[in-house]
């Protein structure tokens, strides 16, 4: 069992930046494919960004650009860097993980494709 335990979020004004953190248990956090998903009210849960296990990353194209995915496998942490925040970031930000998997295999970027979920944290950006 894995256990994700999100922080950083808040509210903050239009072109302002927040760090999200994501600090995960269990002792092979290296071999773990993590990623941030973020659902605003009314709408399904989206794709945002995505590290694997040998730090390839993927980004939805709303936040290309502006957010950045990393990963500390010292920390057992994965961290979503978000500038230039727009009015229309705000959501709850989730981070998952998936854990195992094939050391080669492409960021994940579906919801159903990882096995973990944190309880997620808010973002609000105003205008």
């Known amino acids: 069992q894995v256990q994700l335990v999100e922080s950083g979020g808040g509210l903050v004004q239009a072109g302002d930046s927040l760090r999200l953190s994501c600090a995960a248990s269990?002792?092979?956090?290296?071999?773990?494919?993590m990623g941030w998903f973020r659902q605003a009210p009314g709408k399904e849960r989206e794709f945002v960004a995505a590290?694997?296990?040998?730090?390839?990353?993927d980004y939805a194209d709303s936040v290309k650009g502006r957010f950045t995915i990393s990963r500390d496998n010292a920390k057992n942490t994965v961290y979503l860097q978000m500038n230039s925040l727009k009015p229309e970031d705000t959501a709850v930000y989730y981070c998952?993980?998936?854990?195992?998997?094939?050391?080669?295999?492409?960021?994940?970027?579906?919801?159903?494709?990882?096995?973990?979920w944190g309880q997620g944290t808010q973002v609000t950006v105003s205008s």
């Open positions: 269990g002792r092979t956090f290296s071999s773990y494919a």
């Open positions: 590290i694997t296990r040998i730090y390839i990353t």
């Open positions: 998952a993980a998936d854990e195992g998997g094939p050391l080669l295999r492409s960021p994940l970027t579906t919801p159903n494709e990882y096995d973990y």
